[in-house]
T-cell receptor, first 117, second 112 residues
């Protein structure tokens, strides 16, 4: 089945620890995105990548890092510099080679809930 | 001012009711508009795109008013399964980065 997978479903972080959230897609999409969602709030963009080996900061990139070595994969590292990491993290992807409202649609993975111990 | 504003609700309606959600956006250069549905503790899923001429998908009707920078979603004959949070989403201006701006969502509870 084609889709986006995220792992783990739940992740616990200790003080001072870096943790990495996985995002994989087999939709052959060029662009991938990481969002953070806090209770009662909309999604906020952390990082995005439109093509392999390239990525840009979103609105709340501080304390996070990413890599895009393969088209299928866009892992997110939550570093110890992120002081309030508890949130629901969502990865999304979309194709970029065509235009129109349909192709602006992003498809989401099931998310990872990060909790601080 | 938030870039995309929605009434968070909750909207509590009986089965069979008609309910409407509204959304306003601040960037007049936004080109594409969507409604996503998010169930509790799940990922958002596309409900429908919103076109200038208005569009309908079964019991759901979306409208866009570019002059007023206003988007609406109408749900007719509400079902229990419609209970969810509905996210209003717009593209960030006219850039081709694919960046989307999300509203905080409007929560709908359909009661028996």
């Amino acid at each position: 089945d084609g889709g986006i997978t995220q792992s783990p479903k739940y992740l616990f972080r200790k003080e001072g620890q870096n943790v990495t959230l996985s995002c994989e897609q087999n939709l052959n999409h060029d662009a991938m995105y990481w969002y953070r969602q806090d209770p009662g709030q909309g999604l906020r963009l952390i990082y995005y990548s439109q093509i392999v080996n390239d990525f840009q900061k979103g609105d709340i990139a501080e304390g996070y890092s990413v890599s895009r070595e393969k088209k299928e994969s866009f892992p997110l590292t939550v570093t110890s510099a992120q002081k309030n990491p508890t949130a629901f993290y969502l990865c999304a992807s979309k194709p970029t080679r065509t235009s129109g409202a349909y192709q602006e649609t992003q498809y989401f993975g099931p998310g990872t809930r990060l909790l601080v111990l | 001012r938030k870039e995309v504003e929605q009434d968070p609700g909750p909207f509590n309606v009986p089965e069979g009711a008609t309910v409407a959600f509204n959304c306003t956006y601040s960037n007049s250069a936004s080109q594409s508009f969507f409604w996503y549905r998010q169930d509790c503790r799940k990922e958002p899923k596309l409900l429908m795109s919103v076109y200038s001429s208005g569009n309908e998908d079964g019991r759901f009707t979306a409208q866009l008013n570019r002059a007023s920078q206003y988007i609406s979603l109408l749900i007719r004959d509400s079902k229990l399964s419609d209970s969810a949070t509905y996210l209003c989403v717009v593209t960030q201006g006219s850039s081709n980065t694919g960046k989307l701006i999300f509203g905080q969502g409007t929560t709908l509870q359909v009661k028996p």
